[in-house]
């Protein structure tokens, strides 16, 4: 069984930062890619950023040059630095991760979201 257990989120204005956290836990032989995913009321889940396990990273055109992703693998967790935010970034952030833990097949992980809210 594993967990990811993301935080980090909360209210900010235009122009503002911040950086969201998500920690693997539970039966982890490896973690393939970590990424993010957001859900603004109205829309489907999209992609907002994804990371390799060898480091490679790709961003939706909508953050790129704005948002940062990098993970820290001797703690299983993978974070999101958000910079220039707008009211468009507002939205339910989940983090996924395809994880091994010793079976025949690696499983996708869902965490339970985070709101991030850009507002005056």
């Known amino acids: 069984q594993v967990q990811l257990v993301e935080s980090g989120g909360g209210l900010v204005q235009p122009g503002g930062s911040l950086t969201l956290s998500c920690a693997a836990s539970?039966?982890?032989?490896?973690?393939?890619?970590m990424g993010w995913y957001r859900q603004a009321p109205g829309n489907q889940r999209a992609l907002v950023a994804h990371?390799?396990?060898?480091?490679?990273?790709n961003y939706a055109d909508s953050v790129k040059g704005r948002f940062t992703i990098s993970r820290d693998n001797a703690k299983n967790t993978v974070y999101l630095q958000m910079n220039s935010l707008e009211p468009e970034d507002t939205a339910v952030y989940h983090c996924?991760?395809?994880?091994?833990?010793?079976?025949?097949?690696?499983?996708?992980?869902w965490g339970q979201g985070t709101q991030v809210t850009v507002s005056s």
């Open positions: 996924n991760a395809q994880i091994d833990s010793g079976g025949p097949f690696a499983y996708n992980y």
């Open positions: 539970g039966r982890i032989f490896s973690i393939n890619a």
């Open positions: 990371i390799t396990n060898s480091g490679a990273t």
